[in-house]
T-cell receptor, first 111, second 115 residues
């Protein structure tokens, strides 16, 4: 069974700090990796996707992928209270458009 | 990214009635849409994959006769919850896949309450 694991948190960081969110996946055939942000009562919002090993940066967000370790992470620099949300890691397998989601990590940025 | 709308944003219905939820891709033609369900404090569960012009593909455990999906055009997919029961109360969210990649963009969701 394909699994995506995330620490449920809550992860608390002070405002201005770096928040580090981690995700592991079980299927070595996974090809595409996504991070979604979900505010309470709202639908998920895509914030990053990464397909190749290494780092991908977009503004304050950096996604890191290590396929050998089956590990993907999201770094949020200069964390803001508005970043407080649940972050969902999602993975799709090669040749498939379906996403498998982790249960999410709740992030709380303390002013 | 893609812009996706859903209607209605929330609905309350009585047990035994049917409810239709619309999902629209506003800025591009989506050959593939997905329907998810999310219970409180749980992650998203994929219900079905909706393909334009063909029958939807349902995930294991999802009753296709209860959750009717129609993807009649490249911009519209509908989910009809038939003979709704209180246990069907949930947050229903659709997504569209961009044709150039694997990313999915979600609609705002529909909160269904069955009394």
């Amino acid at each position: 069974q394909k699994e995506v694991e995330q620490n449920s948190g809550p992860l608390s960081v002070p405002e201005g700090a770096i928040a580090s969110l981690n995700c592991t996946y079980s299927d070595r055939g996974s090809q595409s990796f996504f991070w979604y942000r979900q505010y309470s009562g709202k639908s998920p919002e895509l914030i990053m996707f990464i397909y190749s090993n290494g780092d991908k940066e977009d503004g304050r967000f950096t996604a890191q992928l290590n396929k050998a370790s089956q590990y993907v992470s999201l770094l949020i620099r200069d964390s803001q209270p508005s970043d407080s949300a649940t972050y969902l890691c999602a993975v799709s397998q090669a040749g498939s458009y379906q996403l498998t989601f982790g249960k999410g990590t709740k992030l709380s940025v303390i002013p | 990214g893609a812009v996706v709308s859903q209607h209605p944003s929330w609905v309350i219905c009585k047990s035994g009635t049917s409810v239709k939820i619309e999902c629209r891709s506003l800025d591009f033609q989506a050959t593939t849409m997905f329907w998810y369900r999310q219970f409180p404090k749980q992650s998203l569960m994929l219900m079905a994959t909706s393909n334009e012009g063909s029958k939807a593909t349902y995930e294991q455990g999802v009753e296709k006769d209860k959750f009717l999906i129609n993807h009649a055009s490249l911009t519209l997919s509908t989910l009809t919850v038939t003979s709704a029961h209180p246990e069907d109360s949930s947050f229903y969210i659709c997504s569209v896949r961009v044709t150039s990649g694997y990313e999915q963009y979600f609609g705002p969701g529909t909160r269904l309450t069955v009394t």
